[in-house]
Structures are given as C-alpha cells and as structure tokens.
C-alpha cells in the first residue's frame, strides 16, 4: 500500500465544552506549517505520494525566503571544493557547527540546486554557464543566484507548482496555534498528532490531524525592533515545539546583517551581503573606510565581525548610519547585478551608480532553534523541523552567508524521505478546539502595546553587543509580559496578533536564557562581561519541565 492511500483511524472528536457546529477534524497524511522553501520544496516533494496539507499565515509568497537577494551556496564550480566549503562554514561559525551536520548539507548541495533548476528556477548565467558570485566568508565564487532576488524566483517557481498540484491542499490566511500532542490528549506521549489551526478570515479555528507533521515557520527576527524580516517572522516554529517538549538550541545567537537600509520610507530592505561580495566597500560620511581597522578580510569578513564593526563605528561617532559604496563599479555593472537594489533606491532618490548607500544592522537570522537530527527529526515524535526554525548544527555561532536556503533544501528533503519510509499509523481521538470559556478581546491595544514594548527592550538589552545586566533587565521584562499575554490567552478568543506575541515572547525568553548560560564571547554573541571566547564550543539547550502525571 502507498503512502497516499493509507487510511488514518479518525473517529468523532471528543467535545470538551461547548464548540462551534463549524468546527472540524480536517485529516492529512502529511501537515506543512509553513510556506517558505523549506514548506513549499517538501510538499511538492512529497505531493507523488502523500495528501499535504500546507499552511500559510498570509499568502503562499509572504515568507522570509522569498525576501533572500543574494542566493544560494553550493560547490558547483571545478576550482572549489567540499571541504573548502565546509571549511568555510566553520570558520564563520566560530566551530560550534556540527561537523557531520555541516558535511551533510555541504554534499547534498549540487543536488538541491540541480533540483530546483529542475523545476525552473531560473538562474543567472553568463558565457560559460551559471554565474556564481562571492560572499563575505567565503574562498570562492560559490553563490547561484538569480540576479540579486533570488528568493523571489525560487519562491515564485515552486509556488505556480504548489498551487497546481491536486494532492496539496492550500490553507492560505491560516496560523497555527499549537501543537496536539500526547499531553494534549491526556496520555503524555512525546507524539504530534497535528495542530490546531486559526483561520483569520473569519475566525474558526480548526483542528487537522496528520501522522506526521513539518515546522517550516522560518526565524524570530520581528522580535527585534529593526529587522530584515518579513512580518511573518515571529518564532511560531521554535515556541510551539518548545512547548510540545522539545529541546531548543543555541538561541542566543541571532544574526544582525550589516547592511539593512538606513532611509525612513524603506521598511526592512536588505543590501545584499553580494554587494560587498562584488567590491562594494563600507565608508564613514566623509568617505573614510574602516573595515580593514577591524578584520584583515574587511568588507569580506563574515557578517558578525562586521555587524559589530558598524556598531562600534556609528557608537563611537554618533552616527545614524554608515555608507556602502559600490558606484565604482559602473552603471552596467550595478544595473546589470543589482537590478531590484538598483531600482529601490532610486525610487528613495539614491542612485547608487553616483552615492553609496545608507545602510545600518538589522536582525537577520536566527541561528539557533529547534534540535533536530540529520533526518530533520525533533523530540517528539511524529514532528520534523526544516529551514530557519531548525537548529540542525549547520550554522553553530554564525551562519555563512548564502548557507540558509540550500539549509532548507537539503533538510526539508531528508524529512520527506523519513516521512515516506515510515509504516502505518492510526491516529487517536483528537479533541476539537475549546472556546467554551472565553470571550472576545475587550482591550485589543494591549496586544500592539506589549508588542512595541518587547520589540524595543530586546533591541536595546540583547542586541550586538549584550551584558549581564542587560540581558537581566530583559528577563525580567520578559517575565512581565509573560504572566500578562497568558492571562490574555486564557481569558480571551485567540486572535492572529494575539498568537504571534505569545509566540514572540515566548521565543524571547529562549533568546534570554540562552545568552545568559553562555559565559564567552563567540560569533553572533558578544558579552561585555565574558569578552573572550571558551577553549571548548559547548551549545546552549533548554528543555521545557514537562508536567508531573
């Protein structure tokens, strides 16, 4: 019998309460709870065989992976190799990577790029095939990209043939709440068995059970007050598997790109790391360049160095922003590379085939996650974890630019191919969600105010450069909020916002104690207090206390 065609034991759900006559168990072989390239790549992936369900908190395009410009790495060219590659990644990763984890995505990294050419991404090529171009971190020309929007071409490749695939069942305006688990059931089983799921056009939430179930949720960067990321990015993922019991690694270590648009009518627009890979340089306004007083590789370091690098100019001096200079390069060059920055800038009155661009960190990634295996397993059963929510080992104190989508090919197909070897499962009785005991929200500003005040406490006490104090200060802020939203959440029907700020706070917290477990200095962590880095890379886990039975 095929994967497709197994029949799962849904009986009538268990009512608890009094529930709305809408209210259904939708069921699925496979639940995708994110529609990024980690999400959209497995359900394709697994569409032959499987009926998918797919979530997305907005449309099918709204997702950090369609905001990546520069491109994806791999070792596609005859003067590279896989060790240099590898080398490369631990390097920047100060060596807290997973070695095996690190050769794993490394090795597989032609084939996820020769699949996706496959499907129609269509990379920028040049007279001897596809071009590839150098980031900061980087010993060669091992980026393949599509001119500098990259995300937005895989992702609009893969999303025509999502939308067009009968076996993928599209939920569009949809968030997930949480996670059903043995806890949930009463049984204490370290099993998913699905998700609660809010639609947010008209409010009904629904509960879909699948044998197995994907987090492809993408970061937390709008925990930060400045970011690069979508508005999607609020850590969803990482809180709810928290939650569901699994381990949570290395959360501390949160990547601030260095060069996020400084310019008031620019919300969260990224310069590509490919701009300086190209021979752009970082000067001051009077013109000076200051990268090679902090890192021999200058412009080319790898972004922690010179998030901090910037940091420390713009405190140093007062500064509101420094400059990225690439208009030595010519126009053709520039309009030829850089199409989309191009034209963004100018339409802010920039013109960056004559000025350099005004330009500030902004938090970009986020490193740590979910621990998962080579097979994109969690701790719990039934329940896999692929892309930026992970903490597979790839990217250990700093991510190397480019690594992240070929990251979320390699191990969304690793968690297809454990899903399709896997035997039979007939799933319990699963509850139906309960709002018997709740009311509508009477004070919906809490919400947008506990949002802006979280935002703006994290910038400011756990951003680029952190102290014990701090990072306290932070916690105990954290701990405020905390007691406050689930009051909220106990009391009141959930709502899209309402679910994105637990999630948010809840992934602030794991971002809090990490840092404060971690006594050095390493990577994308750098304490005041703890100025130097440890002889021995350890990670940071916390464990959610599971309750007594």
């Not at 896997?422 to 105010?449: C, F, G, M």
Request: some cysteine.
């Amino acid at each position: 019998m095929t994967f497709c065609n197994r029949i799962y034991g849904f009986a009538r759900a268990i009512f608890v309460g009094k529930l709305s006559s809408e209210n259904s168990v939708q069921k699925f072989d496979v639940l995708i709870i994110g529609s990024g390239l980690a999400g959209q790549s497995a359900a394709l992936r697994l569409a032959s065989q499987c009926k998918v369900a797919l979530v997305s908190k907005r449309g099918l395009e709204d997702s950090a992976s369609g905001w990546a410009q520069g491109g994806i790495a791999a070792v596609l060219d005859s003067s590279d190799s896989i060790e240099a590659h590898i080398h490369d990644t631990l390097v920047a990763g100060a060596w807290l990577n997973d070695e095996k984890a690190t050769r794993f995505v490394v090795e597989n990294g032609r084939r996820a790029i020769e699949w996706l050419i496959e499907q129609g991404v269509p990379f920028t090529k040049d007279d001897i095939g596809y071009h590839l171009t150098r980031e900061g971190g980087h010993s060669a020309r091992r980026v393949i990209h599509v001119a500098d929007a990259t995300g937005s071409a895989v992702q609009d490749t893969l999303t025509r043939k999502v939308r067009a695939n009968p076996n993928i069942t599209v939920l569009e305006d949809h968030i997930a709440i949480d996670l059903i688990t043995g806890d949930k059931l009463g049984t204490g089983e370290m099993r998913c068995f699905g998700a609660y799921i809010l639609n947010t056009q008209d409010g009904e939430v629904v509960t879909i059970g699948a044998a197995n179930t994907l987090l492809a949720t993408g970061g937390a960067g709008k925990v930060y007050l400045y970011t690069t990321n979508p508005d999607t990015s609020t850590g969803d993922g990482i809180a709810m598997a928290y939650r569901a019991g699994c381990r949570v690694s290395n959360m501390e270590f949160i990547q601030f790109h260095p060069t996020c648009l400084y310019h008031p009518q620019a919300k969260s627009f990224l310069i590509s790391e490919a701009v300086r890979g190209e021979g752009g340089i970082l000067r001051l306004q009077d013109g000076t360049r200051f990268m090679p007083e902090h890192d021999d590789r200058a412009e080319l370091a790898p972004r922690d160095i010179v998030a901090r690098a910037i940091d420390f100019e713009m405190k140093k001096r007062g500064l509101d922003c420094v400059f990225l200079d690439i208009s030595h390069k010519g126009e053709a060059f520039i309009r030829n590379h850089f199409p989309n920055i191009y034209a963004r800038c100018l339409e802010l009155g920039i013109d960056i085939t004559q000025a350099p661009i005004p330009v500030v960190p902004a938090a970009h990634y986020t490193c740590g996650g979910v621990v998962s295996d080579l097979n994109g397993r969690t701790d719990v059963a039934g329940l896999y974890v692929a892309g930026e929510a992970s903490c597979t080992g790839l990217h250990g104190a700093n991510r190397l630019a480019s690594n992240s989508l070929l990251e979320c090919l390699v191990f969304a197909e690793a968690a297809v191919n454990d899903i399709l070897a896997k035997k039979n499962l007939t799933l319990p009785l699963l509850p139906l969600w309960d709002e018997s005991r709740v009311t509508d929200a009477d004070e919906e500003v809490v919400i947008s105010h506990n949002w802006d005040e979280l935002r703006r406490f994290m910038w400011d006490y756990v951003g680029i450069v952190r102290t014990t104090k701090r990072l306290m200060r932070a916690g105990h802020r954290i701990a405020l909020l905390k007691r406050e939203i689930d009051e909220f959440y106990a009391n009141f029907r959930v709502s899209h916002d309402l679910i994105e700020l637990r999630n948010l706070v809840a992934t602030a917290d794991l971002i809090v104690r990490c840092a404060m477990q971690r006594k050095e200095s390493r990577g994308l962590h750098f304490s005041r207090d703890y100025p130097e880095t440890a002889n021995k890379a350890k990670n940071t886990v916390l464990r959610r206390r599971r309750p007594a039975r």
